[in-house]
């Protein structure tokens, strides 16, 4: 029985990886901007299937280098995002650019199943063996995601903290119009921004698709669960924002141990509302933006 649940923990941490580094890019763009982007989850989506695509015929390039092409895409489709929506409304009223960007995620999703159709899909991976420690089961993409996210966050810790440009995002987003008056660079900072949060959310929809499938509804169904682990760690706390994707992930599964694997989608959805009702300012709140 220890090795089950031990197993379900273990299967956390591996989805509870992909959902923070799905958190982390939405609460990267809202600690500055201040905004909820619901188009984050299309950008999940049009990474996993822009890799598909390269790594297919007539391309068919290795999955290795078809990343390269479908992330350099992924953060085209952010950086324009902000470009031709969110930089115009900037100034407007807020509820303007939450319309904006459900208006956008629409229009993504539907562009997928233009291209791509409807139906599931996955990647053509050859069958390979899992690894066994003890009563524990994972299988190598598994460990590549978890290694994955760990890289990804690395390479932002060094960023925000060991880099000049991460001190200037960081007040940028405490204050942006004084970042402004005191000289920062505000295009490279907003570039930046977006350049991270498309290629965590592009990353991350690789590693999902990989490790299970792909369908036009998958980005949708992960914001749900980024989105809940935003307010779980602090609107624009990225570090509470890993936090709290990892405890998602975990608690979602150790649920299965005692209701339908068909209701874990209930853990995010439930979290949400109790969150918003008793802490909505989530357990790591602060009052700035990205840390």
Not at 141 to 151: D, G, H
Not at 251 to 268: G, M, Q, R
Request: with cysteine.
């Amino acid at each position: 029985m220890t090795g089950y649940y031990t197993q379900l923990i273990v299967n956390g941490i591996v989805a509870g990886s992909i959902y923070a580094l799905f958190a982390v890019g939405l609460a990267m763009v809202y600690g500055v901007f201040k905004f909820i982007n619901f188009s984050h989850g299309e950008l999940i989506t049009w990474g996993g299937y822009l890799a598909l695509m390269f790594s297919s015929p007539p391309i068919a390039l290795p999955l290795y280098l078809a990343v390269i092409p479908a992330l350099l895409l992924t953060v085209g489709i952010g950086l324009a995002q902000d470009c031709f929506v969110f930089r115009p409304l900037r100034q407007s009223n807020p509820i303007s650019i939450l319309i904006a960007s459900i208006g956008l995620s629409y229009l993504l999703r539907n562009g997928i199943r233009l291209f791509w159709g409807s139906d599931l899909q996955s990647f053509n991976l050859p069958l390979s063996t899992g690894i066994i420690f003890g009563d524990i089961y994972i299988t190598r993409i598994q460990i590549l995601m978890v290694l994955s996210a760990l890289l990804f966050f690395s390479i932002l810790y060094f960023l925000l903290t060991r880099t000049l440009l991460g001190k200037s995002l960081r007040a940028v987003s405490d204050n942006i119009e004084l970042s402004s008056i005191m000289g920062i660079n505000m295009r490279k900072v907003t570039w930046t921004i977006w350049i991270l949060a498309s290629v965590f959310a592009g990353s991350g929809g690789i590693l999902l698709a990989l490790d299970t499938s792909l369908d036009p509804m998958m980005g949708m169904n992960s914001l749900i669960k980024a989105f809940a682990a935003v307010l779980l760690g602090g609107a624009g706390n990225i570090w509470g924002a890993l936090v709290g994707g990892l405890f998602i992930g975990i608690t979602e599964n150790l649920s299965v141990a005692f209701i339908s694997p068909d209701y874990k989608d209930f853990i995010s959805y439930g979290l949400i509302f109790i969150l918003l009702l008793i802490k909505p300012r989530g357990f790591f709140g602060i009052a700035g933006g990205v840390r």
